[in-house]
């Protein structure tokens, strides 16, 4: 690395270092140049003005005298200032011109060419002030270029000195560089397709050949790397093409050219294949052209030919009919390119989207259409109803809304099973449109809402007759499964114009309509007025406080109706009811909340207070006297298929530490019979817990005997519409005693509700009977009037 004579063979003029030493020569003598003539100027301007200065300290300081000795005409004093003045080697001569006689005196040497400074100053009279006379300096410039002499002297060898350094310096840096020009010439021996690391590196030294030899080995160790690399690259790019040419097949895309004027086309492989056509046989335009189904052949080419004419880009979507027979959906995208000598030339990329159009179909079925009964969903619905009401506002004609709700879909839910509430669902949507028009519309809009459209009818009483039929129809026995039971709907009916001409009021209506109908006592139907959205807003305000009321449980609570015992006419028990103190409306009975709180679902929440503040008080009673009495709480039926009831109950006694015989669960004849299996199962699993169980308001249901023999129950409470009556209603005394004769038979207790006077009491007695509620005894009192009713005794100690 170190031969010389390697750099022999380089053109020295072509060198960064000979350019270096040139750039260098020229900015040296410019920057030379240029500060020898600011140097120059600068020494020169100076001194002259110092020399200046000199003569204007002369010239001031006989001025004064000279004024004086002028205005007297003392020439023997004027002349020895002058002499005085002359003194001064550097004052060359001396001229006074008198302005006054026009006289000049000279003192002084005779002046020549000699370079000189001239100092002209105006003498004034001190007395007249006016000009006297004028007086001329001659001042030397010898000892100026002596000094300029000197220092051109010195500058020259200051300029000589540094050109000796600069040459020096130059080959200091022709020495420097030397090196990277032998490091050039063995560069210029590298080969990229040999990459070997330069020789005779000394990885101790620092001076410039090392490090960039250093740094070149670096380079070519990246270089290998790199090629390294890009073989993986090449490698991978090769995998991926070749996983891009297996996507193209799985997508079924195609690329096609047609050049005007060839006969054949030029097809790619997969274009052949979603042809059916085989490569070996070339491919001519009007054969591609027999591929296309017949209904599309004709919209292909127009599309083609515009596309020819304006030399654009196109998108179309078509049939082909396979080699195979088989009928594939396309979709082509391309453009047309006219070049200068006049060639046109179609190229294209055609995709088979048969599955894509089948997924299509599929999305929007489901966008649209309900998956479990197929019928249209609400947003189908709410097109049809929009195109329903603008042919009707064309023809000048009405159409009706049938919104349409099961009664207790939820109980079906819970009791039987969710797989049975949906195959009741499915068939509720046969059933219902196996009575409806072609014309008619009928939608699923939610869980068990069903809405129907029915357009083309004259009125009201068309939309009645309708809704009675499907009533009729919804009534019928259900067979599914191993279940079979009866069901019922609630329907409200709105039309247009009648009500309004807007869609969603309209819908609003019918919904409102029906939650009136279900208000009625269900399994009816109801048109729409205005006072009903008076009462959905009432109860919508009632909702909203009840939820509040629920939320903090401090408007809730509790009263207590005693139970006496007929032959020791003692309190045994009690019924709890519940109370809202509503903070505007004052004390709500459960008959103004209690249907709300059951369809809104707030009843579990209000059930599970009431079992948690009754099993509360009853530990209070516990510890305090000597007598507690035992507590009976209804349960909604709701409440009662709630799948948690039974591990609340225990929860709440084994919390507050109560015996399960002193609380009693009732629940009503209409439910204990809606799934005689389930409540079997229920009844049975809060009897294992020890719990009293009673049924309520017998005789108003459709209880069976048989049944009943079966429940494990230990009261039934006799309702008070056969009580109330029965001393002058001898049916109803036939009815109360049936039940107290029956009871006694299957060993239950009976318990007589609405109790208000001595004939019923002696009446009961009578039959038998065992306990009264009633008026008679006491009205439904807060806990602290029925402790002071109930316990008379003494208190524990």
């Not at 300029?148 to 310096?169: D, G, H, K, T």
């Amino acid at each position: 690395m170190k031969n010389k004579k390697s750099c022999c063979g380089l053109n020295e003029r072509k060198t960064i270092s000979f350019k270096i030493m040139v750039i260098i020569l020229i900015a040296s003598f410019l920057f030379v140049s240029i500060v020898g003539m600011m140097t120059h100027s600068l020494f020169n301007s100076n001194y002259k003005k110092l020399e200046q200065e000199k003569l204007d300290l002369i010239v001031k300081s006989i001025v004064p005298t000279m004024s004086v000795n002028l205005s007297l005409l003392d020439t023997k004093a004027i002349e020895k200032e002058v002499l005085e003045v002359l003194k001064n080697p550097n004052i060359l001569a001396v001229e006074i011109i008198d302005v006054i006689h026009g006289e000049k005196t000279y003192f002084g040497s005779t002046i020549t060419s000699m370079p000189y400074f001239t100092k002209i100053e105006d003498i004034y009279g001190s007395i007249t002030h006016e000009k006297l006379a004028e007086i001329h300096f001659y001042y030397s410039q010898e000892h100026f270029k002596m000094l300029m002499n000197q220092f051109y002297e010195s500058f020259a060898l200051i300029f000589v000195l540094y050109l000796m350094a600069m040459f020096v310096f130059m080959k200091f840096i022709m020495r420097s560089l030397e090196p990277i020009q032998i490091l050039a010439i063995e560069m210029e021996k590298f080969d990229p397709n040999k990459p070997t690391l330069l020789s005779e590196v000394d990885d101790s030294s620092s001076d410039e050949i090392a490090m960039i030899s250093r740094a070149n080995n670096k380079m070519i160790l990246s270089i290998q790397n790199y090629s390294a690399n890009l073989i993986q690259t090449k490698n991978s790019l090769e995998r991926q093409e070749a996983h891009l040419k297996n996507a193209q097949y799985m997508a079924n895309i195609g690329s096609w050219e047609y050049f005007l004027g060839d006969e054949h086309m030029l097809l790619s492989s997969e274009m052949y294949r979603l042809l059916g056509h085989h490569k070996s046989q070339k491919m001519s335009w009007d054969k591609f052209l027999k591929y296309i189904v017949k209904e599309d052949r004709n919209y292909f080419e127009q599309v083609i030919t515009n596309a020819l004419k304006k030399g654009a880009t196109f998108s179309i979507e078509y049939q082909l009919k396979r080699g195979d027979s088989r009928i594939v959906n396309i979709k082509t995208n391309g453009k047309v390119r006219k070049k200068s000598s006049g060639e046109v030339r179609i190229m294209a990329v055609s995709m088979d989207i048969t599955e894509q159009n089948e997924s299509q179909k599929t999305i929007e079925r489901l966008a649209y259409y309900d998956a479990l009964t197929n019928l249209p969903n609400r947003t189908l619905f709410k097109d049809r109803l929009q195109e329903s009401i603008a042919l009707a506002r064309r023809e000048a004609h009405s159409v009706a809304i049938l919104f349409i709700d099961l009664d207790r879909f939820k109980l079906i839910n819970d009791s039987l099973g969710h797989s049975v509430g949906d195959q009741l669902l499915a068939e509720v949507a046969l059933r219902l449109n196996s009575q409806l028009r072609e014309v008619d519309t009928l939608a699923r809009v939610g869980g068990d809402e069903f809405i129907i459209i029915l357009p083309h009818i004259k009125g009201a009483e068309d939309a009645m007759l309708v809704a009675k039929k499907l009533l009729d129809v919804m009534q019928k026995k259900w067979e599914l499964g191993n279940s079979s039971f009866y069901t019922t709907s609630s329907i409200g009916v709105s039309l247009y114009p009648m009500h309004s001409e807007d869609m969603d009021i309209l819908i609003k209506y019918a919904d409102t309509a029906m939650y009136k109908a279900k208000d009625l006592g269900r399994n009816s139907a109801k048109v729409y007025d205005s006072s009903m959205s008076d009462d959905v807003n009432r109860d919508l305000e009632l909702e909203q406080d009840l939820r509040e009321a629920v939320k903090n449980t401090d408007q809730l609570e509790l009263y207590y109706q005693a139970k006496v015992d007929f032959i020791t006419e003692e309190i045994v028990g009690a019924e709890v009811l519940i109370r809202w103190n509503h903070p505007t409306k004052g004390i709500l009975y459960p008959d103004s909340f209690i249907e709300l709180a059951e369809s809104t679902g707030m009843i579990l929440d209000i059930g599970q207070f009431v079992i948690q503040k009754s099993v509360e008080t009853l530990a209070l009673w516990n510890k305090k006297y000597l007598n507690p009495v035992n507590l009976a709480l209804n349960l909604s039926a709701r409440q009662f298929q709630h799948n948690g009831l039974i591990k609340n109950v225990q929860n709440a006694l084994e919390t507050y530490d109560v015996s399960p015989e002193l609380l009693e669960l009732e629940i009503t004849e209409s439910i204990s019979m809606e799934n005689i299996t389930q409540t079997l199962r229920i009844l049975k699993e809060l009897k294992s817990l020890g719990i009293a169980l009673s049924i309520d308001d017998f005789g108003t249901g459709y209880s069976s005997l048989a049944y009943l023999k079966q429940f494990p129950v230990d009261y039934l409470k006799i309702d008070r519409e056969f009580v109330k009556d029965m001393a002058v209603d001898h049916d109803d005394a036939t009815i109360v005693q049936t039940i107290i004769s029956m009871a006694m038979a299957l060993g239950l207790k009976t318990i007589a509700e609405g109790v208000e006077d001595t004939e019923h009491v002696a009446m009961l007695r009578k039959m038998g009977c065992d306990y009264a509620q009633g008026y008679y005894y006491s009205k439904p009192i807060p806990l602290s009037e029925f402790e002071k009713l109930a316990f008379k005794k003494e208190k524990k100690a």
